[in-house]
């Protein structure tokens, strides 16, 4: 192996939120958020290639809504280059090959583990050594959620869900997750969300109630306290949402949410063997696309000898 030529590949994680409170408007028009996110083991892979210029290649599952995703400046991973690459004062050249397993505008916060991952990737490809909290940084820059993609785990979200931290979390999670082909616009969801709440409170609702419930290792104590003020707004919009969160818990599911802006909806199940079974009884009434996965997993992080 000739050190220093090598692609390097780099995978990060869709989140879902736990605990999603939000408050009124700031003047900068962002909502305050208190958010628990965790990472959920559907990932997507950024690999970064030497190259003379900087480029996007876009591949994925076959229910991958790719077409809807810029393969040019606009998408996140490029944009995630050239802002490292500015912090460096120079042009970061690399052909980034984005691999997608988390569904587009699912919610599940794909496009911001693009960005953390081309981040990371392109660090070790050019051999940059910036510091995490310069990363942390730069990610805060791209998107609200790139900062928790860097870090993964389960972590508490301020701000606009920018400055994270990590909390105690010591169960193993079991989700059935079901995306829809059509996506949701976050900034629509949150529009619906001042529509239906003019008054709603600054502060954003607490989420000590999630995070005891997460340091207990309960499934049934963390479904009590599984928290969304994004999930009306989105089932007003897309009423039949609510239905397959209702269906999905007459099957069975502790809880069944809608996963941050939506369209994706997250049930928690009590083990393994429960969710794999809910997963049957939803594939079986008709969802095309059901995905088991276990959280907390690790945030953007190289794989190793990735041919
Ligand atoms: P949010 O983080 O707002 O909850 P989401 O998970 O609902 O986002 P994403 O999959 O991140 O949705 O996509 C949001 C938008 O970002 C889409 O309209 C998409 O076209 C654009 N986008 C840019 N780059 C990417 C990328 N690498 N992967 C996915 N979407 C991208």
Not at 51 to 64: F, Q
Not at 87 to 112: C, M, N, Q
Not at 166 to 186: E, F, H, K, N, Q
Request: charged share 20%.
């Amino acid at each position: 192996m000739i050190v220093g030529t090598q692609p390097v590949t780099v995978r990060a994680a869709a989140k879902v939120n736990l605990h999603l409170g939000v408050g009124a408007p700031r003047d900068d028009g962002f909502h305050p958020l208190t958010t628990v996110y965790q990472a959920v083991g559907l990932c997507d892979d950024v690999t970064a290639h030497h190259d003379d210029e900087l480029s996007v290649e876009l591949g994925g599952t076959d229910w991958i809504d790719l077409a809807s995703v810029a393969a040019d400046e606009d998408n996140l991973a490029h944009r995630a280059a050239v802002l490292l690459g500015r912090h460096h004062g120079r042009d970061l050249a690399a052909r980034l090959v984005v691999e997608k397993a988390i569904p587009v505008a699912g919610g599940l916060a794909g496009g911001s583990a693009d960005a953390a991952a081309a981040l990371v990737a392109l660090d070790r490809l050019h051999d940059l050594r910036t510091s995490d909290d310069d990363l942390l940084r730069l990610a805060a820059e791209l998107g609200s959620d790139v900062p928790f993609s860097l870090i993964g785990g389960t972590a508490l979200g301020t701000g606009r869900g920018e400055i994270v931290e990590p909390v105690a979390d010591v169960g193993t999670w079991w989700w059935v997750i079901v995306p829809d082909r059509d996506g949701l616009s976050t900034p629509e969801v949150y529009r619906h969300f001042d529509r239906l709440f003019p008054d709603a409170d600054p502060t954003p609702p607490s989420a000590e109630a999630l995070l005891s419930a997460l340091r207990t290792g309960q499934p049934v104590s963390l479904a009590r306290s599984l928290h969304n003020d994004l999930q009306e707004p989105a089932i007003d919009l897309r009423p039949d949402l609510g239905r397959l969160i209702d269906h999905g818990e007459s099957e069975g599911a502790l809880r069944g949410l809608v996963s941050g802006s939506g369209p994706t909806v997250v049930f928690l199940c009590e083990s393994a063997d429960h969710s794999r079974d809910l997963a049957g009884a939803l594939m079986r009434s008709g969802s095309p696309v059901v995905l088991v996965a276990n959280g907390a997993v690790a945030g953007a992080h190289v794989v190793p000898d990735h041919v």
